[in-house]
Nanobody, 123 residues
Framework: VQLQASGGRLVQAGGSLRLSCAASDRPLSRYVMGWFRQASGMKREFVAAIRKSGDSTYYADFVKGRIIISRDNAKDTVYLQMNSLKSEDTAVYYC?????????????????WGQGTQLTVSS
C-alpha cells in the first residue's frame, strides 16, 4: 500500500497538531497502522498503533496521554493527534502499514511506509 503522510509544520511548545496518513491504492482497513518518529541523529522509534477496525490502540510509554491515534477507514486515512507538544517531539513522523496485533513496536513489523512529515516544536 502507498502511504502519504502530511500535516507536519513548525509549532510552538504547548500547542497541538494533527498528522494525517492517507492510503492511495488499497483500502487502509486491511492494515494495522502505526506511527513512528525519528529525531535527527536518533533511531526511529515507535509512537502508536491502531487495529484494523480502530477498536484498539497501543502507545509508547512516553506518549503519556498526549497523543491519540485514530483512523477513518471510509477515508482510508489514519491520524495522529498530538497535544501539549514539547521540543523533544521534534522529529520526522512516519506512518506505516502492518498486519500484526498486538502491534509490533519494531520497524520490522511494518511492510509499507509513508515518506515522513517534519514536525518542529519551538520552545
Amino acid at each position: 500500500v502507498q502511504l502519504q503522510a502530511s500535516g507536519g509544520r513548525l509549532v510552538q511548545a504547548g500547542g497541538s497538531l494533527r498528522l494525517s496518513c492517507a492510503a492511495s491504492d488499497r483500502p487502509l482497513s486491511r492494515y494495522v497502522m502505526g506511527w513512528f518518529r525519528q529525531a535527527s541523529g536518533m533511531k526511529r522509534e515507535f509512537v502508536a498503533a491502531i487495529r484494523k477496525s480502530g477498536d484498539s490502540t497501543y502507545y509508547a510509554d512516553f506518549v503519556k496521554g498526549r497523543i491519540i491515534i485514530s483512523r477513518d477507514n471510509a477515508k482510508d486515512t489514519v491520524y495522529l493527534q498530538m497535544n501539549s507538544l514539547k521540543s523533544e517531539d521534534t522529529a520526522v513522523y512516519y506512518c506505516a502499514a502492518g498486519g500484526r496485533w498486538p502491534p509490533s513496536i519494531s520497524e520490522n513489523g511494518y511492510a509499507s511506509w509513508g515518506q515522513g512529515t517534519q514536525l518542529t516544536v519551538s520552545s
